[in-house]
């Protein structure tokens, strides 16, 4: 798969960027990131916070990379993979997204208290690696977005 592929099968369509769009992405990663780090707010809506960091994240690369994802269901992870084809993620990073997504959804959906202070300190942990990541990955492959 490429994302080439994601643009056939109508999941991503090719678009331009800007240095403000970038800005406005990391803008969002930083005020997750601060947001998650109110201690005073439960696990759950400061997990839920951190997972909204990986997604901008992944965003950020993907609009880089001059396309944007197709509003449908499902987009959200076809976000998280395309983190594949943009930063390099291995299958690893990919398989602890997809948990970590399915955690955020029954935390948001099924029920309250589910998120560990284990499971709080990994995702946090994630979206740290996951911000240098994409922010070293901008510094060399789209110095003229930042």
Not at 51 to 57: D, P, R, S, V, Y
């Amino acid at each position: 798969m490429t994302l080439e592929r994601y643009v056939e099968n109508a999941w991503l369509r090719r678009e331009a960027t800007s240095r403000q769009e970038i800005a406005d992405q990391l803008g969002i990663v930083s005020r997750s990131m601060s947001d998650a780090s109110v201690e005073e707010i439960s696990d759950d809506l400061r997990f839920y916070t951190t997972f909204n960091a990986i997604l901008a994240l992944a965003n950020t690369a993907l609009r880089a990379s001059g396309y944007r994802a197709a509003t449908q269901s499902g987009h959200h992870t076809r976000v998280l993979e395309t983190l594949e084809f943009t930063v390099k993620a291995d299958s690893k990073l990919l398989r602890k997204l997809y948990v970590f997504s399915k955690k955020r959804n029954s935390a948001s959906y099924d029920s309250a208290g589910s998120i560990s202070n284990q499971d709080l300190k990994q995702v946090l942990s994630t979206a740290q690696e996951l911000r240098h990541t994409v922010e070293d990955w901008l510094k060399k492959s789209h110095p003229e977005l930042l």
